[in-house]
């Protein structure tokens, strides 16, 4: 591999070299046997983008307006969990990242930094990814708290009833905090930077959701996490009490099924995010790009269409925007980026990775806005 970064492969590549197996494994792996994890990858790669030949595109703007902001790119850091785990502070870094870039940042329920934290750090700037679990107070504080904190975009996970079996997190007995195991000091031990700076910054906790916690001495499975904040009670009823009770931005995310996305719209979300976990929950489930297309088609402009999983270029970012999405999200890639090159060039790189990638192929299918790109420049056999 070369020194330098030059795609998000190159970063990945070198995170893995960098992080425990255990940590990467967590980053990397999906449910189950991983079969909607590779479904992702390779229905994208089938999606073929037609050049449009003999277009002045002199003057490029990869600018998109979204929910009344006007971002510089039409894509943003999605909301991780536990993403301390791999460097310590990598929830600040990805979203100052984002804020330095003019992209949106999100920050999971199971995020290792609280929301307090990254309000202080982002004013005005962050959104807030909210797993509704079993205690409708809890729900409620975690609005109040967002609210408090001036977020103004909140995006309601709706594909996690039950944790997803991550069969790679089972057999590493990956748990938070991290227990000194045998297998884990041997894992750890052959990744001694790792080590040193998890010891120096400190071991990450689940900050958001800390205070929920009654017996701090628990140290649930890394698969079982969601089991505190998901429920199978969840149903649409719950959803509009959301609704009610939030008065900013709502964005319904992890919806495939067409009928859901126009449910989202008619009990009042601005949005959706058409999304299968990114591989992590039902391994049977099809490709989020698969379902892009028909949820567009089933909601027309009723509201903003949002994408995630599976997205690692610019190619992927337009293959999204012309199936239909107003905006992508991107997850793994991120976490890679900070393992690959630290908390301060990581996700600068990727970022400048994802736009020059993403302008060069707008110039090659003829588009000067991200505005322009469209259904027709995709290509069907």
Known sequence: ?????????????????????????????????????????????????????????????????????????????????????????????????????????????????????????????????????????????????????????????????????????????????????????????????????????????????????KDEREKPHASQIARRVSSPRFDWAELERIRKRWRGTLVVKGVLNPADAVRAADLGAEGVVVSNHGGRQLDAAPASIEMLPRVRDAVGDRLKVLFDSGVRSGDDIARALALGADFVLIGRPFLYSIAALGAERGPERLIG????????????MGCSAVDQIARSHIWSA
């Open 1 to 213: 591999m070369p020194a330098a970064c030059h795609t998000s492969e190159h970063l990945r590549a070198k995170a893995k070299r960098f992080l425990p197996r255990m940590v990467f494994d967590y980053v990397e792996g999906g449910a189950g046997g991983e079969d909607t994890l590779g479904r992702n990858r390779r229905a994208l790669d089938a999606v073929r983008l037609l050049p449009e030949a003999l277009n002045n595109c002199t003057s490029c703007t990869m600018q998109r307006t979204l929910f009344g902001v006007t971002y510089a790119a039409p894509f943003g850091v999605a909301p991780v969990g536990l993403a301390n785990l791999v460097r310590a502070g990598t929830d600040e870094a990805l979203a100052r990242a984002a804020w330095k870039a003019q992209i949106p940042y999100a920050l999971s329920t199971a995020g290792t930094t609280s929301i307090e934290t990254i309000a202080k750090a982002v004013p005005g700037h962050a959104w807030f990814q909210l797993y509704v679990g079993e205690d409708p107070a809890i729900t409620d504080d975690l609005i109040a708290r967002a609210e408090r904190a001036g977020i103004t975009v909140l995006l309601v996970t709706v594909d996690v009833p039950a944790p997803g079996k991550r069969v790679r997190d089972l057999v590493n007995g990956l748990t938070l905090p991290l227990r000194p195991s045998p297998a884990v000091i041997a894992d750890t031990a052959f990744r001694p930077r790792w080590l040193l700076q998890m010891l120096t910054g400190g071991v990450p906790k689940l900050e958001t959701i800390a205070p929920y916690f």
């Open 353 to 364: 990775i994802l736009s020059a990638e993403l302008e060069n192929t707008m110039i090659h």
